[in-house]
T-cell receptor
Framework: EPEVTQTPSHQVTQMGQEVILRCVPI?????FYWYRQILGQKVEFLVS????????KSEIFDDQFSVERPDGSNFTLKIRSTKLEDSAMYFC??????????????FGPGTRLTVL | QQQVKQSPQSLIVQKGGISIINCAYENTAFDYFPWYQQFPGKGPALLIA?????SEKKEGRFTISFNKSAKQFSLHIMDSQPGDSATYFC????????????FGTGTKLQVIP
C-alpha cells in the first residue's frame, strides 16, 4: 500500500539553525501539506502546496518557513532560523486531488523536531 | 469561526462498552468531516468520514452521526476494544478550498479490559 514517508524521524538542532524536513508524498498525489503538532496539543495546519506554489498558509507559516518541491518526488519544509517554540512533530500529508471524494489526506509518520 | 470543538478531552471505557466523542463547528462552508485515529508516535490516520448530505455513516464498529442544523457530529465506537485505545481527532474541511483540514483538540481514549 502506498504511503507518505518522512525523513528524518527525529531532528535535534540548536536555536537559530536552519533545518530541512523531507517528505516523499504518494506518487500520484497532486496536493501536499505540512502540519505540526506541539506535544499534547492538536494538529495544526501550516501550508498546502499545489502546482508548484503555495495555495494556502496559516498564520503560523511566517517568513521563517518555506516549502519546496525540488524534484518530482520530494516535498520539503525549511525553517530558516529555528526557535524553541518550533519544537513539535511535523507531519507531511498528500492527497490525490482537491475535489469532493478525492480529498482524503494521507499523513506520514512525522518528524520530531527538537530545538535546544 | 474556523475552530472545531471536541469533547471530552479524555475518555475511559470498559471493554465492550460504547465510546462517544462529540464535536461542533461554526463554519457552514465545511462540507467534509473526517475522523482521525492517532497512536503514539504515529501520524493521524483516516478512520471514517462523512459529508453533510447524510445523517449517519457506519463502518464496522465505527459510526458517525451528523446533525447539520445543530452543526454537530459525533463518533460512536461500539464494542470498544483495548486496541481502540488511541487519540481521536474530529476534523473538518471545505472542499471549495485546498482541503486545509481543521482539527479538533483530540480525545484520548483508553479502553480497559
Amino acid at each position: 500500500e502506498p504511503e507518505v514517508t518522512q525523513t528524518p524521524s527525529h531532528q535535534v538542532t540548536q536555536m537559530g539553525q536552519e533545518v530541512i524536513l523531507r517528505c516523499v508524498p504518494i506518487s500520484n498525489h497532486l496536493y501536499f501539506y505540512w502540519y505540526r503538532q506541539i506535544l499534547g496539543q492538536k494538529v495544526e495546519f501550516l501550508v498546502s502546496f499545489y502546482n508548484n506554489e503555495i495555495s494556502e498558509k496559516s498564520e503560523i507559516f511566517d517568513d521563517q518557513f518555506s516549502v519546496e518541491r525540488p524534484d518530482g518526488s520530494n516535498f520539503t519544509l525549511k525553517i530558516r532560523s529555528t526557535k524553541l517554540e518550533d519544537s513539535a512533530m511535523y507531519f507531511c500529508a498528500s492527497s490525490e486531488a482537491g475535489g469532493p471524494g478525492l480529498n482524503e489526506q494521507f499523513f506520514g509518520p512525522g518528524t520530531r523536531l527538537t530545538v535546544l | 469561526q474556523q475552530q472545531v470543538k471536541q469533547s471530552p478531552q479524555s475518555l475511559i471505557v470498559q471493554k465492550g462498552g460504547i465510546s462517544i466523542i462529540n464535536c461542533a463547528y461554526e463554519n457552514t462552508a465545511f462540507d467534509y468531516f473526517p475522523w482521525y485515529q492517532q497512536f503514539p508516535g504515529k501520524g493521524p490516520a483516516l478512520l471514517i468520514a462523512i459529508r453533510p448530505d447524510v445523517s449517519e455513516k457506519k463502518e464496522g464498529r465505527f459510526t458517525i452521526s451528523f446533525n447539520k442544523s445543530a452543526k454537530q457530529f459525533s463518533l460512536h465506537i461500539m464494542d470498544s476494544q483495548p486496541g481502540d485505545s488511541a487519540t481521536y481527532f474530529c476534523a473538518a474541511s471545505d472542499s471549495g478550498g485546498y482541503q486545509k483540514v481543521t482539527f479538533g483538540t483530540g480525545t484520548k481514549l483508553q479502553v480497559i479490559p
